[in-house]
T-cell receptor, first 112, second 113 residues
Framework: DTAVSQTPKYLVTQMGNDKSIKCEQN?????MYWYKQDSKKFLKIMFS???????INETVPNRFSPKSPDKAHLNLHINSLELGDSAVYFC???????????FGQGTRLTVV | GENVEQHPSTLSVQEGDSAVIKCTYS??????FPWYKQELGKGPQLIID?????GEKKDQRIAVTLNKTAKHFSLHITETQPEDSAVYFC????????????FGSGTRLSIRP
């Protein structure tokens, strides 16, 4: 039973399109994150939500809009996709501060 | 701002030898230091963590050390095996509900047979 699941695993789309990535966690954790991993493997935080409320927005372009319909879901919608958006996007969930964060398997987004 | 530096970026060791990865952090308020292992095509997975009130922690072949004064922490893997080949990330965070996890740049570890 997967703790943090993301869909889709792969996403290939053209520049200018709008796409969404979904994330669901069954851990009952309050905090969820979106991270972007570039081609050099660097993991950079994008957003953090705590109990459906946006806590951290790391100067991500407003083409990226996270949405948390409930505590178990944090979806990422991206408008007007650009070539530079190509990366692997990871969702993660964490309970109390300073405890383990559980990551999804990632969504590889390729913009052509 | 908050920053975590990690070295080396790549590391190749003979099977059976030890591997050491080192990190430094900038925010003195950081008090939780996890290490993640990422295998190909998968998400990062926690392998060990250490809190600031502890100087060393060991779990079988893996150990972490923390020097709060110098803001250094290290991962030690002994008796390396082929399945240890992966990308390893150090990270730091603070004790806050708004806390983000700041990752190092990663170390690609290869174990030579």
């Amino acid at each position: 039973d997967t703790a943090v699941s993301q869909t889709p695993k792969y996403l290939v789309t053209q520049m200018g399109n709008d796409k969404s990535i979904k994330c669901e966690q069954n851990l009952g954790h309050d905090t969820m994150y979106w991270y972007k991993q570039d081609s050099k493997k660097f993991l950079k935080i994008m957003f953090s939500y705590n109990n459906k409320e946006l806590i951290i927005n790391e100067t991500v372009p407003n083409r990226f809009s996270p949405k948390s319909p409930d505590k178990a879901h944090l979806n990422l919608h991206i408008n007007s996709l650009e070539l530079g958006d190509s990366a692997v996007y990871f969702c993660a969930a964490r309970g109390h501060p300073n405890t383990e964060a559980f990551f999804g398997q990632g969504t590889r987004l390729t913009v052509v | 701002g908050e920053n975590v530096e990690q070295h080396p970026s790549t590391l190749s060791v003979q099977e059976g030898d030890s591997a050491v990865i080192k990190c430094t952090y900038s925010d003195s308020a950081s008090n939780y230091f996890p290490w993640y292992k990422q295998e190909l095509g998968k998400g990062p997975q926690l392998i060990i963590d250490i809190r600031s009130n502890v100087g060393e922690k060991k779990d079988q072949r893996i150990a972490v050390t923390l020097n709060k004064t110098a803001k250094h922490f290290s991962l030690h893997i002994t008796e390396t095996q082929p399945e240890d080949s992966a990308v390893y990330f150090c990270a730091a965070s603070k004790d806050s509900s708004a806390s983000k996890i700041i990752f190092g740049s990663g170390t690609r570890l290869s174990i030579r047979p």
